[in-house]
C-alpha cells in the first residue's frame, strides 16, 4: 500500500508545477518562454500557412479541429494499407486489411489506441514512427487545446469577451493552442521520458528483430525472434498523452517495454501526469483557484474509492483455484514481477485517465475488480483523457449547478451567466450519447449470434463485449479481450463508437462555452448558487455517481456483479 500512496504523491507533487506551467503557456501575458520557442512556432505557422493571432468562434474553431484530424487519418489510413513497400520495414511487415486499418486510424485519431492488432508484428516502424506516434503527439495536444478555449471562454475572470471580426464571441485561435500544446507540454515532456525509460533499459533501436538461442530447450524452439525497435519514445508518449496501447500487444506487461520496478513507476506516474496538471492549470489559467481545488478533491475522491475496490479485489484470491493452491492474491494474468497491487492500480489509473495501456490482463481481474475498471470509463471524468476528461468534469459541474439550483428554488446560473434550455440541450447531448451508443452497441453484439466471437459464456462473456464498447466510447483502448475483435464487425462498429466519443463531447461543450460567454453576467448575490464550496463538491460528485449508476447498474448487474455473486456461491 506505501507504493500506492507514493505514486499518487508523486504524481500530485509532478503536475503542480506542470500546471502552473500550462498555465503561463496558454496566459495572455508575454513570457520568457515566447523567445524560446517562438521562433520556432513561428516556422510552424508559416509552413502550414495560418494566423496564428486571428480570433475564431466556435464554429471556427471547431471546423480547424476536425479538418486536421481528418487530413491526419487519411495520411495514417494509406501508410497502414501500403506499409509493406514502405521504407523502414526491415521485418517484412505487410499491409494491414482495409478494415483493420479504418479501425487503427480512428483509434488512433480519436487518442484512444485501441489495438485489434499485435504492434510488434503487423506494424513497421515506418507505420509505428510516421503515423502512430504523430497522432500520439498531436490528438492529446488538440485535448489541451479545446480544453484550454472552454475554460478562457467561460470560465475566465475578466470584465469583457473577446469577439471576431464577424462579431461572434471568440474561444482563441485552434492552431496557437495546438502548436503550443505540442512544442512547449508534448515533446519536452515526452522526450525526458524516453531518457528515463531507454535508461532502465527500454529498447531504443532502428535494428531489426533479434533472433537468439533460448537457454532451455525443453520447450522444443532451436530460436527465437525478439521484435525490438525504438520503443522508449514510443512508450513514453502513448503513457504521458493518455493514448494507450503499447509497442507489444501485452504493453507493459512485457519486459522489454516495462523492465523495471524503477520503469513501472515512470510509467505509472506518467498515465495521470498531464490529466492531473490541467487540473492545476484550470485554476491559475481561470484565477479560479477554489474552483480547481473543488475539482481536484472530487477527481481524487472518486479514483481512491474505485481504486480502492480494485486493489481489495485483485488481493483476493481466484475463485477458479479453489483447493489447487495456497490462498494468496488473484495473480492470474499478471506480471508477477510487480504483484497484484501494482497491477490494480495500473488497472485503475489507466481507465480513470482514458489511458488505455495495461501491465496485466483486465480479463482475469476478479469481477468486482472488472466492475471498478468499467465505472472508471463510465464516469470517464476522474482525471480523464488529457483535455477531454476536464471537459467532462466540467459537464457534470454544469449539470450539477441547474439540478443544485432547481432543488433550492433559484434560476440556474453558473458565475453570474443563465443556464438556459439550450445549455442543457448541449449537455444532454454530450452525456446522453454514452449510454445509448454502448449499451445500443453491446445488446447488438450479444442478441447476435457469431457476432460477438467471445470467448467466455454467460456473465463474463456480456462483460467483455460490454468492456470493449465502453473502452472505445472513452476513448480508453484497454479490452478484456477474450475477443476475436479483428473482425469487419468489430473494426467497423468500434469505429463508430470511437469517433463519436471523441468529438461530440469536445464540439458540444465548446458551444456551451461560447453561449454562456455571449450573455449578460448578473452580479453574484447571496441569493446565487455558490459552486465553489464542499457542499457543492458533495452534489457534484454525487451526481456524477448516480449518473453513471442509472445509467449502466442494470448490465453491471447482469456482467460482473451476477459473476461476482455466483463465484461467492
Given at each position: 500500500?506505501?507504493?500506492?500512496?507514493?505514486?499518487?504523491?508523486?504524481?500530485?507533487?509532478?503536475a503542480?508545477?506542470?500546471?502552473?506551467?500550462?498555465?503561463?503557456?496558454?496566459?495572455?501575458?508575454?513570457?520568457?518562454?515566447?523567445?524560446?520557442?517562438?521562433?520556432?512556432?513561428?516556422?510552424?505557422?508559416?509552413?502550414?500557412?495560418?494566423?496564428?493571432?486571428?480570433?475564431?468562434?466556435?464554429?471556427?474553431?471547431?471546423?480547424?479541429?476536425?479538418?486536421?484530424?481528418?487530413?491526419?487519418?487519411?495520411?495514417?489510413?494509406v501508410?497502414?494499407?501500403?506499409?509493406?513497400?514502405?521504407?523502414?520495414n526491415?521485418?517484412?511487415?505487410?499491409?494491414?486489411?482495409?478494415?483493420?486499418?479504418?479501425?487503427?486510424?480512428?483509434?488512433?485519431?480519436?487518442?484512444?489506441?485501441?489495438?485489434?492488432?499485435?504492434?510488434?508484428?503487423?506494424?513497421?516502424?515506418?507505420?509505428?514512427?510516421?503515423?502512430?506516434?504523430?497522432?500520439?503527439?498531436?490528438?492529446?495536444?488538440?485535448?489541451?487545446?479545446?480544453?484550454?478555449?472552454?475554460?478562457?471562454?467561460?470560465?475566465?475572470?475578466?470584465?469583457?469577451?473577446?469577439?471576431?471580426?464577424?462579431?461572434?464571441?471568440?474561444?482563441?485561435?485552434?492552431?496557437?493552442?495546438?502548436?503550443?500544446?505540442?512544442?512547449?507540454?508534448?515533446?519536452?515532456?515526452?522526450f525526458?521520458?524516453?531518457?528515463?525509460?531507454?535508461?532502465?533499459?527500454v529498447?531504443?533501436?532502428?535494428?531489426?528483430a533479434?533472433?537468439?538461442?533460448?537457454?532451455?530447450?525443453?520447450?522444443?524452439?532451436?530460436?527465437?525472434?525478439?521484435?525490438?525497435?525504438?520503443?522508449?519514445?514510443?512508450?513514453?508518449?502513448?503513457?504521458?498523452?493518455?493514448?494507450?496501447?503499447?509497442?507489444?500487444?501485452?504493453?507493459?506487461?512485457?519486459?522489454?517495454?516495462?523492465?523495471?520496478?524503477v520503469?513501472?513507476?515512470?510509467?505509472?506516474?506518467?498515465?495521470?501526469?498531464?490529466?492531473?496538471?490541467?487540473?492545476?492549470?484550470?485554476?491559475?489559467?481561470?484565477?479560479?483557484?477554489?474552483?480547481?481545488?473543488?475539482v481536484?478533491?472530487?477527481?481524487?475522491?472518486?479514483?481512491?474509492l474505485?481504486?480502492?475496490?480494485n486493489i481489495?479485489?485483485?488481493?483476493?484470491?481466484?475463485a477458479?483455484?479453489?483447493?489447487?493452491?495456497?490462498?494468496?492474491?488473484?495473480?492470474?494474468?499478471?506480471?508477477?514481477?510487480?504483484?497484484?497491487?501494482?497491477?490494480?492500480?495500473?488497472?485503475?489509473?489507466?481507465?480513470?485517465?482514458?489511458?488505455?495501456?495495461?501491465?496485466?490482463?483486465?480479463?482475469?481481474?476478479?469481477?468486482l475488480?472488472?466492475?471498478?475498471?468499467?465505472?472508471?470509463?463510465?464516469?470517464?471524468?476522474?482525471?480523464?483523457?488529457v483535455?477531454?476528461?476536464?471537459?467532462?468534469?466540467?459537464l457534470?459541474?454544469?449539470?450539477?449547478?441547474?439540478?443544485?439550483?432547481?432543488?433550492v428554488?433559484?434560476?440556474?446560473?453558473?458565475?453570474g451567466?443563465?443556464?438556459?434550455?439550450?445549455?442543457?440541450?448541449?449537455?444532454?447531448?454530450?452525456?446522453?450519447?454514452?449510454?445509448?451508443?454502448?449499451?445500443?452497441?453491446?445488446?447488438?453484439?450479444?442478441?447476435?449470434p457469431?457476432?460477438?466471437?467471445?470467448?467466455?459464456?454467460?456473465?463474463?462473456?456480456?462483460?467483455?463485449?460490454?468492456?470493449?464498447?465502453?473502452?472505445?466510447?472513452?476513448?480508453?483502448?484497454?479490452?478484456?479481450?477474450?475477443?476475436?475483435?479483428?473482425t469487419?464487425?468489430?473494426?467497423?462498429?468500434?469505429?463508430v463508437?470511437?469517433?463519436?466519443?471523441?468529438?461530440?463531447?469536445?464540439?458540444?461543450?465548446?458551444?456551451?462555452?461560447?453561449?454562456?460567454?455571449?450573455?449578460?453576467?448578473?452580479?453574484?448575490?447571496?441569493?446565487?448558487?455558490?459552486?465553489?464550496?464542499p457542499?457543492?463538491?458533495?452534489?457534484?460528485?454525487?451526481?456524477?455517481?448516480?449518473?453513471?449508476?442509472?445509467?449502466?447498474?442494470?448490465?453491471?448487474?447482469?456482467?460482473?456483479?451476477?459473476?461476482?455473486?455466483?463465484?461467492?456461491?
Amino acid at each position: 500500500m506505501n507504493e500506492v500512496l507514493l505514486i499518487y504523491a508523486a504524481a500530485l507533487l509532478l503536475a503542480w508545477p506542470l500546471g502552473r506551467y500550462l498555465a503561463a503557456i496558454y496566459s495572455a501575458t508575454p513570457t520568457a518562454l515566447d523567445q524560446v520557442f517562438g521562433p520556432v512556432e513561428w516556422v510552424i505557422y508559416r509552413a502550414i500557412g495560418v494566423d496564428p493571432l486571428a480570433p475564431m468562434s466556435w464554429k471556427a474553431y471547431g471546423k480547424a479541429l476536425l479538418k486536421l484530424h481528418l487530413i491526419i487519418a487519411l495520411i495514417a489510413l494509406v501508410i497502414l494499407v501500403q506499409q509493406g513497400w514502405l521504407p523502414a520495414n526491415p521485418d517484412g511487415v505487410e499491409g494491414m486489411s482495409w478494415d483493420l486499418a479504418l479501425h487503427t486510424t480512428a483509434s488512433f485519431i480519436t487518442n484512444t489506441n485501441q489495438q485489434h492488432y499485435s504492434g510488434q508484428a503487423q506494424l513497421s516502424y515506418f507505420a509505428h514512427l510516421v503515423a502512430i506516434v504523430s497522432m500520439q503527439v498531436i490528438t492529446p495536444a488538440a485535448g489541451i487545446a479545446a480544453l484550454v478555449a472552454i475554460l478562457r471562454t467561460a470560465f475566465t475572470q475578466r470584465d469583457t469577451t473577446a469577439s471576431t471580426p464577424e462579431g461572434a464571441v471568440s474561444v482563441g485561435n485552434f492552431h496557437a493552442d495546438l502548436v503550443r500544446a505540442i512544442v512547449r507540454v508534448m515533446l519536452p515532456v515526452a522526450f525526458i521520458t524516453a531518457l528515463l525509460l531507454a535508461w532502465q533499459g527500454v529498447p531504443n533501436t532502428f535494428m531489426g528483430a533479434r533472433t537468439v538461442t533460448p537457454l532451455d530447450s525443453s520447450a522444443g524452439l532451436v530460436e527465437q525472434r525478439i521484435p525490438v525497435g525504438p520503443v522508449a519514445p514510443m512508450v513514453a508518449i502513448k503513457q504521458l498523452g493518455t493514448n494507450g496501447g503499447g509497442w507489444y500487444g501485452p504493453n507493459s506487461s512485457v519486459p522489454l517495454e516495462n523492465p523495471t520496478p524503477v520503469s513501472n513507476f515512470v510509467e505509472t506516474i506518467a498515465i495521470v501526469l498531464i490529466p492531473m496538471a490541467l487540473v492545476f492549470m484550470a485554476g491559475y489559467l481561470t484565477g479560479r483557484r477554489r474552483l480547481a481545488i473543488l475539482v481536484m478533491g472530487v477527481m481524487l475522491s472518486l479514483s481512491a474509492l474505485l481504486t480502492g475496490i480494485n486493489i481489495w479485489s485483485e488481493n483476493q484470491p481466484n475463485a477458479a483455484f479453489a483447493g489447487l493452491a495456497a490462498d494468496g492474491p488473484n495473480l492470474e494474468g499478471k506480471e508477477v514481477r510487480f504483484g497484484a497491487t501494482a497491477t490494480a492500480l495500473w488497472g485503475s489509473f489507466t481507465t480513470q485517465t482514458s489511458n488505455g495501456s495495461v501491465n496485466g490482463m483486465h480479463d482475469s481481474f476478479n469481477p468486482l475488480g472488472g466492475a471498478a475498471t468499467l465505472m472508471d470509463m463510465f464516469i470517464n471524468a476522474t482525471f480523464g483523457g488529457v483535455g477531454v476528461g476536464l471537459i467532462n468534469f466540467l459537464l457534470f459541474l454544469l449539470l450539477a449547478v441547474f439540478l443544485g439550483s432547481l432543488m433550492v428554488g433559484r434560476s440556474p446560473e453558473v458565475y453570474g451567466r443563465a443556464l438556459e434550455a439550450r445549455e442543457i440541450k448541449l449537455i444532454c447531448i454530450a452525456l446522453l450519447i454514452q449510454p445509448l451508443l454502448i449499451l445500443g452497441l453491446t445488446a447488438t453484439a450479444v442478441a447476435i449470434p457469431g457476432l460477438a466471437q467471445n470467448s467466455n459464456p454467460g456473465f463474463h462473456g456480456l462483460s467483455q463485449v460490454l468492456y470493449e464498447y465502453t473502452s472505445a466510447f472513452a476513448n480508453n483502448g484497454s479490452g478484456f479481450e477474450g475477443l476475436g475483435d479483428d473482425t469487419v464487425w468489430w473494426n467497423l462498429s468500434c469505429a463508430v463508437a470511437l469517433i463519436l466519443g471523441r468529438f461530440i463531447p469536445i464540439l458540444a461543450p465548446l458551444a456551451l462555452a461560447a453561449h454562456l460567454a455571449g450573455k449578460r453576467v448578473a452580479p453574484m448575490t447571496l441569493g446565487s448558487l455558490a459552486v465553489e464550496t464542499p457542499t457543492f463538491a458533495v452534489l457534484t460528485l454525487g451526481v456524477i455517481l448516480m449518473f453513471a449508476l442509472l445509467s449502466f447498474f442494470p448490465v453491471l448487474a447482469l456482467g460482473p456483479v451476477a459473476e461476482f455473486l455466483s463465484l461467492a456461491n
